[in-house]
């Protein structure tokens, strides 16, 4: 079957764009092959794993070797040294992947992270993704990460209590958080080891723990149960988090 002539127009700008006369000029911006970027500056990468890590003075960073049975993994790289962090609120740990190095300063308030490779895509993102764990665990073990949970709606409100009758404590001396966020039956989550859970206000939840991920994970669990919802603005906010409200459906 024949194309129509618009048809063939437009193969035929296709094929040859730049030919003088055959496209139009406010189309030409589109067949450019050159992309103009939105930023005039010219691209960085991040760098955040240059940055030297400070450490407190209450805060104690070691590296400790690890033997060959305990270093062996499934992946690739091999961990050999672990970098342990002890602290006025508790301790952590992190294994160092085998291609980054970590220099001590000499007064021992700073370190600063090396890799061995910088044309690595793998070696750089874990650069900046070991600093940064290296961050938290040692603001976690010298601060503390807490996060503030506020329940937006009528009779939402929420309870530490030492018992549940829906969920088993997974640890001895586990307490629980009890929800209110109407349903016909109370919520039930049992507090993860290492967090201290309080509620200095019936609809506030306050959080506390050494280990950032294991807080933030356990507020984005309670945040489940009524995620903000853009109508009413009801629901569970994390850390001040707003929402936009939008109109309401008129049918």
Known sequence: MSCSIPQRCARQLLREPFQRGSLPIFLAPAFS???QCFSTT????????GAPLSIPPEVSFKLIDLPATLSRTRGKDIPKVMAEIKGPKGEMSLSIPSFLTITPDETGQK???SILDQEVPHQRAMWGTIRALLHNHILGVSEGHVCVLSMVGVGYRATIEDKASTVKATYPGQ???????GFSHPIELGIPEGVVASTPQPTRILLEGVDKRIVTQFAAEIREWRRPEPYKGKGIFVNGETIKLKAKKIK
């Open 33 to 35: 092959p050159r992309t």
């Open 42 to 49: 010219s691209p960085a990468q991040s760098r955040v794993g």
């Open 111 to 113: 370190a600063t992270l």
């Open 175 to 181: 307490k629980f958080v009890s929800l209110k966020v």
